[in-house]
């Protein structure tokens, strides 16, 4: 059973617009959560994450919101760019757990 | 951010081949992973190390095995590779305290025929 929900397999935004990606997650324990951006060919780069003490993290054109009675998670890019085209993986963990619990990717596709 | 690299980042080899993939880092991080990663599938852990010495196997199972001698280096070997181990091989590593972040190297692009 996918305890971390990336249900949009890809996303087409234009150019200057804003970017949405969501993330939904059924495990209430997870405690930290992730976003990483992956070009084809290329290892994951860490993007930006958020501790579930808090419902609002901002990292220059990257915010992500946590609803944690939604179970819920986004990632907003503003302005999108052509260099954001790549996939988003959100991923999650529960305390001094190791491993992260990653969810299945979402194609950003930015139109010039 | 971590310096971490793997070889070969592009690798075509026969069925029943032997098989290293490295991964080495230069942060003196502890935890050291592998996760294997088809097209619009999630990542998946096949293995992970907290240090020298510790090996552990991740939630996917898999026919290869790891070693963590030293600190920098956690190679991943498939003793007999079949066309279904075909995928892309990512590395990764994280401090053991202070941080939940881990930093992957590019991927090793496996293709058995």
């Known amino acids: 059973d996918q305890q971390v929900k990336q249900n949009s397999p890809s996303l087409s935004v234009q150019e200057g617009r804003i970017s949405i990606l969501n993330c939904d997650y059924t495990n209430s324990m997870f405690d930290y959560f992730l976003w990483y951006k992956k070009y084809p060919a290329e290892g994951p780069t860490f993007l930006i994450s958020?501790?579930?003490i808090k419902d609002k993290n901002e990292d220059g054109r990257f915010t992500v919101f946590l609803n944690k009675s939604a179970k819920h998670l986004s990632l907003h890019i503003v302005p999108s760019q052509p260099g954001d085209s790549a996939v988003y993986f959100c991923?999650?963990?529960?305390?001094?757990?190791?491993?992260?619990?990653w969810g299945a990717g979402t194609k950003l596709i930015i139109k010039p | 951010e971590a310096d971490i690299y793997q070889t070969p980042r592009y690798l075509v080899i026969g069925t029943g081949k032997k098989i290293t993939l490295e991964c080495s880092q230069t942060?003196?991080?502890?935890?050291m992973y592998w996760y294997q990663q088809d097209p619009g599938m999630e990542l998946h852990l096949i293995h992970y190390?907290?240090?020298?010495?510790?090996?552990e196997k991740g939630d996917l199972s898999s026919e290869s095995t790891v070693s963590r001698i030293r600190t920098e280096h956690f190679p991943l070997t498939l003793e007999s590779a079949r066309p279904s181990h075909t995928s892309q091989y990512l590395c990764a590593s994280g401090p053991l305290a202070g941080g939940n972040t881990i930093y992957f190297g590019e991927g090793s692009w496996l293709t058995v025929v």
């Open positions: 958020i501790s579930s």
């Open positions: 991923a999650a963990k529960i305390g001094s757990n190791y491993q992260l619990i």
């Open positions: 942060m003196g991080h502890d935890k």
């Open positions: 190390s907290y240090g020298v010495n510790s090996t």
